[in-house]
Nanobody
Framework: QVQLVESGGGLVQPGGSLRLSCAAS????????MGWYRQAPGKQRELVAI???????NYADSVKGRFTISRDNAKNTVYLQMNSLKPEDTAVYYC?????????????WGQGTQVTVSS
């Protein structure tokens, strides 16, 4: 079992920056692939960025070059640094932990944190 708590969301002007954090507890954090997803009103939840247990990362095309995902296994925390924010980045951002254990995909979601980009 993994518990995830996101923080760092808020209101920011276009072009600004925010850093989201997701603190994990309850299991071996380093074994999980960690991801950030977002869901805007009326839209489906979409992948923003993922980071595998080492340092391999993958990003949605819409955020490449602006967002950076990182993890600190010693602190059981994953981060999302968001720069050059645009109004279309407005959404609830969710943290997800996922791993395969004995052939079963285990995944856990955080409660989400709101990011609003507006002038």
């Amino acid at each position: 079992q993994v518990q995830l708590v996101e923080s760092g969301g808020g209101l920011v002007q276009p072009g600004g920056s925010l850093r989201l954090s997701c603190a994990a507890s309850g299991s071996i954090f380093s074994r999980y692939t960690m991801g950030w997803y977002r869901q805007a009103p009326g839209k489906q939840r979409e992948l923003v960025a993922i980071i595998i247990s080492g340092s391999s990362t993958n990003y949605a095309d819409s955020v490449k070059g602006r967002f950076t995902i990182s993890r600190d296994n010693a602190k059981n925390t994953v981060y999302l640094q968001m720069n050059s924010l645009k109004p279309e980045d407005t959404a609830v951002y969710y943290c997800k932990a996922e791993r395969v254990y004995s052939g079963v995909v285990l995944y856990y979601w955080g409660q989400g944190t709101q990011v609003t980009v507006s002038s």
